[in-house]
C-alpha cells in the first residue's frame, strides 16, 4: 500500500513541486488549504483544481478563519500587539492556524508522513516544523524545497519533466492576503534603504474625501460599525472596506526572524492598525495605570512567543487568560478620522471611561483632594530622593 503524505498546499510553485516529487516516489497525496480570511471562493476553487491536476488523490479546503480570530486575533487586539511597535504579526499568526490545521488532519487521516513547502531561509519553516512537532511526533516532517537546497529554476525543469507545462514566471512582489493583514515582499525589501513604491501594495488609493467612522467595542471586541451591530470578523472584514481604500496602514517591518537574520516586510493593514490604535485609546480611558504597564509586559511577551512560533506554549494560555480578564470594562465607541495614508483618533465615548469631570479637569480644577493633600503628598513621594541627595551633596 502507498505511504500516505499530507501536504500543507499554496498552489505556488514550491508546492506544486512537493506534489510531483512525492508522487515520483510513488506516495499518495492529500493537498491541504487553510484558508484563514485570505482567499476567496474563486481562489480557493482554483487552488483545488490545480492540486487534482498535478494529480493528488484527494484535496480538502479547511476553513479556520473564525477559529483564527477567537484563539489568537482576540488577543492580538486585547494586547495591541505590535512586533517592534510597527507589525501587526499578519503572517506569523496565520501560518501556526495553517499549520495547526494540517496536523490534526494529518493526525485524523492516519498520514505516513505531513510536508510543507518551505524553504530554508524564512521563519514559516519553524512554525510548521514546532506545530507538526508537538500536536503530532509521531509522524515524519518532509521538506524537499528546504533539505534539497531547490532553486527556482530547478524546481521548474523538475515539473516541466513531468508534464507541467504551466507559466511560473514569477511576480515582481510576493503577497500574502489575510483577516489580519497582507505582507509584501519584493525587492525593496531585501535592501536596507529602499520603501515599495505604491503600484507594490495589492489596494491602490481610491478614496480621497476624508470620512470619519465610529467603532463600537465591547469587553475589548470589535462588535460594530457605524452604529450597526456585527460579529467580530464581520466587522474587521466591513472595516478593511472602508479602509483600505485610503492606502491606510501601509509600512515596512525591519525584524529578527526566528533563524537568526535580521529582514523586512512590507505590509498594509488598515483594519490591525485601525483597530489596535482604537481599542489601545479606549483602554487609556478605561483601566488604570497599573493595569495598562502589567499588559505592555505581558503583551511583548505573547507577541514574541506568537512569532515565534511558540502559540502552543503553556505560557501563551496564561497571557491569554490575563489579557482577556483586563477586558471587562474595555467598552464604548471610538471615532476615527480616515483620509488618504493616514488617520487619528478623534475621541472616544464609554460608561466606564475614568476622566470624568466629577473628579476634576486636568490642568483646571481637582473636586477629590485639596492643594494641601498634594502638598503633603509631594513631600512624601520626594523624600527618598532628597535624603539621597542631601546624604551625597550632588546638584
Not at 503524505?5 to 512537493?18: K, R
Not at 489568537?72 to 507589525?87: A, E, H, Q, R, S
Not at 510576493?174 to 489580519?180: A, E, T, V
Not at 465591547?218 to 478593511?240: C, D, H, K, S, W
Request: charged letters at 20%; aromatic letters at 8%; one cysteine or more.
Amino acid at each position: 500500500m502507498s505511504q500516505l503524505v499530507v501536504l500543507a498546499f499554496s498552489g505556488g510553485l514550491d508546492t506544486s513541486y512537493c506534489v510531483k516529487y512525492f508522487l515520483a516516489q510513488g506516495k499518495t497525496v492529500h493537498s491541504v488549504t487553510v484558508n484563514t480570511g485570505g482567499f476567496s471562493e474563486d481562489e480557493l476553487r482554483d487552488i483545488e483544481s490545480r492540486a487534482l491536476s498535478l494529480g493528488v488523490e484527494k484535496h480538502i479546503t479547511l476553513d479556520e478563519t473564525q477559529n483564527y480570530y477567537e484563539q489568537c486575533i482576540k488577543y492580538l487586539i486585547f494586547g495591541n500587539v505590535l512586533k517592534n511597535n510597527t507589525y501587526p504579526l499578519s503572517v506569523s499568526a496565520e501560518r501556526i492556524f495553517q499549520a495547526l490545521a494540517v496536523a490534526r488532519y494529518a493526525k485524523n487521516v492516519d498520514a505516513d508522513y505531513v510536508a510543507h513547502g518551505s524553504t530554508g531561509a524564512g521563519n514559516d519553516q519553524v512554525r510548521f516544523d514546532v506545530a507538526f512537532t508537538v500536536l503530532i511526533p509521531d509522524i515524519p516532517i518532509l521538506t524537499p524545497i528546504r533539505d534539497n537546497k531547490l532553486s527556482r529554476e530547478e524546481e521548474i525543469a523538475f515539473l516541466q519533466q513531468h508534464g507541467i507545462q504551466q507559466d511560473w514566471i514569477k511576480a515582481q512582489y510576493s503577497i500574502n492576503k489575510g483577516l489580519w493583514g497582507t505582507t509584501v515582499g519584493g525587492k525593496e525589501t531585501l535592501t536596507s534603504h529602499q520603501y515599495l513604491p505604491d503600484s507594490a501594495f495589492p489596494t491602490p488609493l481610491s478614496k480621497n474625501m476624508p470620512e470619519e467612522v465610529r467603532l463600537h467595542f465591547t469587553r475589548g471586541e470589535l462588535t460594530g460599525i457605524n452604529g450597526e451591530t456585527m460579529p467580530p470578523v464581520q466587522a474587521i472584514q466591513r472595516l478593511t472596506q472602508i479602509a483600505q481604500p485610503f492606502a491606510i496602514g501601509r509600512d515596512i517591518h525591519v525584524g529578527d526572524t526566528i533563524i537568526g537574520i535580521k529582514g523586512r516586510v512590507g505590509f498594509e493593514a488598515a483594519a490591525p492598525l485601525i483597530i489596535i490604535k482604537a481599542h489601545h485609546t479606549l483602554e487609556k480611558h478605561t483601566l488604570t495605570k497599573a493595569q495598562l504597564m502589567l499588559k505592555e509586559q505581558i503583551s511583548a511577551m505573547y507577541g514574541t512567543l506568537l512569532h515565534e512560533g511558540q502559540f502552543l506554549e503553556p505560557a501563551m494560555r496564561n497571557c491569554e487568560a490575563l489579557l482577556h480578564s483586563t477586558q471587562e470594562t474595555v467598552s464604548g465607541t471610538v471615532s476615527v478620522f480616515l483620509a488618504p495614508y493616514r488617520f487619528h483618533i478623534v475621541g472616544i465615548e464609554s460608561p466606564h471611561d475614568l476622566m470624568q469631570s466629577r473628579f476634576g479637569k486636568y490642568g483646571e480644577m481637582n473636586n477629590a483632594w485639596t492643594g494641601q493633600d498634594v502638598r503633603g503628598f509631594a513631600k512624601i513621594v520626594s523624600n527618598q530622593a532628597m535624603m539621597f541627595y542631601s546624604v551625597n551633596q550632588q546638584l
